[in-house]
């Protein structure tokens, strides 16, 4: 699960987050939406700790992020919009060596490795060089990377960014697959028909604050008139 408290960050003059409350159940996918610089990253950074918040708290897979930030870390799974990836490991080196830096056992890694490359299509290309694999196939190397260690919760800012559309299809279907099973999911996407299609809820963000948040269905009920969420979107963020 994810909570937060009345989260605020600044930047100068600029409220990047204000006050933003939230609540995201385990076995949820949670559709995080806003237009540019509305404070999605911002808010996720601060998830993730590479973002110090202002004032709040934040408390992922019911453990304090200020208190037990290792702890909190070791339970989440991050996919940034453009992922670091070494270039000169091959898929396979790079899955061992990011099972090193969440403490997995050698046997477990050695099991599940090979394993997530099948998943995602990568065997062929498990002892290839990063540099050489199209970017499509460098963003199912990282999501293989991330899902290894089971994290509880999984944070994925615009995971769609550049990918055809079989590799879209393979990622809504995994995200799904993962929430069944009680991950909980935090996704930021401008792609609203996929946040209709896949988000069990919707929350969209402006200048920093939480200015609709709920089911589809609960979002349309609210807005009469407005039948879609492009219209809703658009309605709630240009002013």
Known sequence: M???ENLNKHYGQ????NELCLEVPSGELFCFLGPNGAGKTTSIKMMTGL???DTGRIILADIDAAKEPVKARSQVGYIPDMPFIYERLTPMEFLLFTGDLYQMSREDVREKAPRMLEIFGMTDRAHTLNRDLSHGMR?????AATLMHEPKV??????FIGLDPHSIRLIKDLLREHT????TVLMTTHILAIAEEIGDRIGIIDHGELVACGTLDELNTATPGMNRLE???LELTLH
Do not use: N, S
């Open 2 to 4: 994810i909570r937060l």
């Open 14 to 17: 600029l409220h990047a987050v």
């Open 51 to 53: 973002v110090k918040p």
């Open 139 to 143: 963003q199912r190397v990282i999501y």
């Open 154 to 159: 999984l944070l994925v800012d615009e995971p």
């Open 180 to 183: 069944r099973r009680g991950m």
């Open 231 to 233: 219209d809703l979107f």
